[in-house]
């Protein structure tokens, strides 16, 4: 199976952009699905997360009211609504699939996540 991340583009600031990751050819459905991004010379940060079953959702501190995670089930595929776009959100955006059982989707400080099936990126540029 893979992910595929589209979506990312260069955009003044306050700008709004939706990112799309589309699942294939996996035989079941992800447990989870997520959001990371990663800056040059920056620790990857957990933007966000879904949990497919329940529809629940969390957040890193930084995109909190700004960037909504969605999903679309019938078509594989989740969403990130980007809205009031800063430069700090200049960055390599990257989709993440299933986490196991006991897992945690982003340990803030270290980067850390036990999401097993990542996709390439797409990149997004926020410029001032």
């Known amino acids: 199976g893979k992910l595929v991340e589209s979506g990312g583009f260069s955009v003044p600031s306050s700008f709004s952009l939706r990112l799309s990751c589309a699942a294939s050819?996996?035989?079941?459905?992800?447990?989870?699905m997520g959001w990371f991004r990663q800056a040059p010379g920056k620790e990857r940060e957990g933007v966000a997360v879904?949990?497919?079953?329940?529809?629940?959702?969390e957040y890193g501190d930084a995109v909190k009211g700004r960037f909504t995670i969605t999903q679309d089930n019938a078509k594989n595929t989740v969403y990130l609504q980007m809205n009031s776009l800063k430069s700090e959100d200049t960055a390599m955006y990257y989709c993440?699939?299933?986490?196991?059982?006991?897992?945690?989707?982003?340990?803030?400080?270290?980067?850390?996540?036990?999401?097993?099936?990542w996709g390439q990126g797409t990149q997004v540029t926020v410029s001032s």
């Open positions: 879904i949990f497919t079953e329940t529809g629940s959702t």
């Open positions: 993440a699939a299933d986490l196991p059982d006991d897992g945690s989707w982003y340990v803030p400080g270290t980067g850390g996540t036990d999401f097993i099936y």
């Open positions: 050819g996996y035989s079941y459905s992800s447990n989870s």
